[in-house]
Each structure stands twice: as C-alpha cells, then as structure tokens.
C-alpha cells in the first residue's frame, strides 16, 4: 500500500507534481453502498458490461442492515466484499477506504444505485490518457425515465462556495459544445489514486448533503490538477424526490470556504458573502430550518482548530491561486426548489451582481 494512501483525509501535500507518465493497463471498480438492496447487484451487473471490465471490483459495505451484501455474494461472487468496521453515514470514509483497499492506479467510485452505459468507463479512460494533468473524469448523471435529460454534471466552483446551474439540460447539448471541460462534483467518477493521495483523499470532516466528494476536486484544482467531465460517459440514475440537505450545505460550504480560500480572497468576497448570507438565512427562517443553520455554523465553530491546520497545508500545496480556480457564473438552486418561480427569478438578478462584483474583485486578487 503506498504510504500517501494511509495519510489523514483532508491534508494537501505539498509540491506534488500533476504532470505525470501514466498507464491504463489496469483499473479497479468500487461501489459504494450502504442498503443498496438489488440495486447494487443491478450497478455491479452494468460495470461488468462495460468495454474492457476491470481487473477488480470492489463492493465497500458502510455497515447495511439489509441483505444488499448477501445478494451480492449470491450474485457476484467475484466481488471483493470491503466492510466497513462502523456505520459512518459519511460518503467521504466510504470512498476513502475504496481508495486505500483498491489494486490499480485507477480506480472507478460508484454509487449503488446507477447504471453504466456500456461505453462510459471507455471515454473516461480515453480522457483520463489524453491529459496527462486530469486527476479525476467524471461522468454524466441521467435520469432513468428520461435519459436525454442531464440530472447532474460536474460543474464550476462559485466564489460564493455554492451549486451553479446547469450550463446545458440536455445530452444533446452537452455533445454539442463538445468534449470534456473542467468542472467538480460528481460521485461516478474516475480517479487517479495517486493524484488523489497527493491531495489528501476525501475529507472526512465533511458532511452528506453537499461538497463531500467536490472538495476533493477543489484541492486537486489548486495544486493543479485538472477534474474533468465527460458528455460521452453516460450513467442513468432512477429519478428520486430531492429533500432538503441545509445542515450539509451551510456546514460543508463555510467548511470548505475557510479551510481552501486564500485569506485575501475571503476578504474582498467578504461584501458579497456577507449580502448572500442574509438573503440565505432569510429562506432559512421562512423555510423552518433554522436549527439546521445553526447546528452546521456551530459545528464549523467546534472544528476551527482543524481547519486553521488544513488551511496551512493547502496554502503550503497551492499552485493555482482562487481567482483561476473559481467562478461567477449562474447560481443554481437544489432541485426540490427549482419549482418555485419567485426563487428562480431572484437568482437571475442577483447572478448578474455577483457576476459583475467577481469582474471587479479579479482586478485586485
């Protein structure tokens, strides 16, 4: 096992070289799962399909109380079974030990609940060798009952630490502005181990709901590697109904913010994030949520000797400064609030602000 592997998530090594000689004999496939049901035997089924299958798969158990695990020994008995010792309700541990417990240089992170085109692992390979500075290709989510429909895609990083929107709804479109682009979060994703142990694998302070698998991507961005996402690589997940997720939200951005900005970007964001934050907690409070808020900022508060420590090292490891690797194009809203049409109308306004404000606050940084 290589040593980088066995560091503590979340720490940023420095001088790591991104440009670096790579094969692609080999690579491993791990799904995470946590009461996955049939479903994962179905996702495990899909990898299995795809061009050239890998030379491992992993099923890495969060500790299920249904039988998902039995099924998947009954079914695919080739499936290297990785439990977790604990529950942890934490993505983050889970794909952190898919890493540690994976054989190959590339390793495939995949929930349990999808399903692979045949040719997705193909085009993200074929991207992965043709940049030799990508650290991590990502697919394109779509939705089961309408698969021309983009439900996720890896995207830029607001300088307000927030979701932007969608830059294109269909695959068509996608297509149609042609091949890979830079963007961060999104769980099926293809990653160069090594690459990722230079940047400290995921952070396990993190919380489910937002970020969790995009701060990764942010630290790879900074010490200069390249995330990418693929409109060839395809993966169809079931429709589900979203729910809210403020405590992750609001205790994963501010997380984030303090840990990976650069102190001067904090501060000549500080106006517009201060104006963003009201307007925040204003649909908190109209929205009940308020204990949430509280509990993500009072948690945050609890980790901030951690995060002063995190903050050292990324800054330590840094290559690329925050004005490179951030954006300010549209905020995007959760998906069980794109229905309301006084939010989505808002958003539109106050997009053109921030990205004005970003135009001037990149003269200064």
Not at 166 to 192: H, M, N, Y
Not at 317 to 326: A, E, F, M, N, T
Request: net charge neutral; hydrophobic share 45%; charged share 20%.
């Amino acid at each position: 096992m290589n040593d980088a592997l066995d560091r503590n998530p979340g720490v940023a090594a420095p001088g790591a070289d991104p440009h670096v000689e790579r094969t692609l004999a080999g690579w491993s496939a791990a799904v995470i799962n946590f009461n996955g049901g049939s479903l994962a035997c179905d996702t495990l089924a899909s990898i299995k399909a795809t061009w050239s299958p890998p030379a491992e798969i992993l099923l890495v158990d969060d500790q299920s109380t249904d039988q998902s695990v039995a099924m998947v020994r009954a079914r695919h008995p080739d499936v290297r079974i990785v439990p977790m010792p604990d529950h942890t309700g934490h993505p983050s541990a889970v794909r952190n030990a898919a890493l540690r417990a994976a054989r190959h240089g590339f390793v495939l992170l995949c929930d349990n609940d999808v399903h692979l085109a045949p040719d997705a692992v193909q085009h993200l390979m074929a991207t992965m060798q043709s940049h030799a500075d990508a650290a991590v290709c990502s697919a394109v989510v779509v939705y089961d009952d309408d698969p021309g429909s983009i439900q996720m895609r890896a995207h830029p990083l607001h300088f307000l630490c927030w979701s932007t929107a969608l830059q294109e709804r269909t695959l068509a479109e996608a297509r149609a502005r042609g091949g890979a682009r830079d963007g961060i979060g999104c769980g099926i994703q293809l990653v160069a181990r090594e690459q990722a142990a230079a940047a400290g694998l995921f952070d396990e302070n993190l919380t489910l709901g937002w970020m969790d698998d995009a701060d990764l991507h942010h630290r790879l961005n900074i010490l200069g590697y390249r995330c990418l996402s693929v409109p060839e690589a395809v993966v169809v997940h079931r429709r589900v109904r979203s729910v809210s997720r403020i405590y992750g939200q609001i205790h994963n951005r501010w997380y984030v913010m303090l840990s990976h900005y650069q102190l001067r970007t904090l501060i000549v964001i500080a106006p517009a994030l201060v104006m963003f934050e009201l307007l925040l907690l204003g649909y908190v409070l109209l929205s009940g949520e308020a204990g949430s808020y509280v509990r993500a900022l009072r948690d945050v508060v609890a980790k901030l000797p951690q995060i002063r420590e995190l903050h050292r090292r990324v800054q330590g490891g840094r290559r690329v400064s925050d004005k490179q690797v951030l954006s300010a194009i549209d905020l995007g809203l959760p998906r069980h609030l794109m229905g309301r049409k006084g939010l989505v109308l808002l958003m539109r306004p106050l997009s053109l602000c921030l990205r004005w404000y970003w135009s001037i606050a990149g003269l200064i940084l």
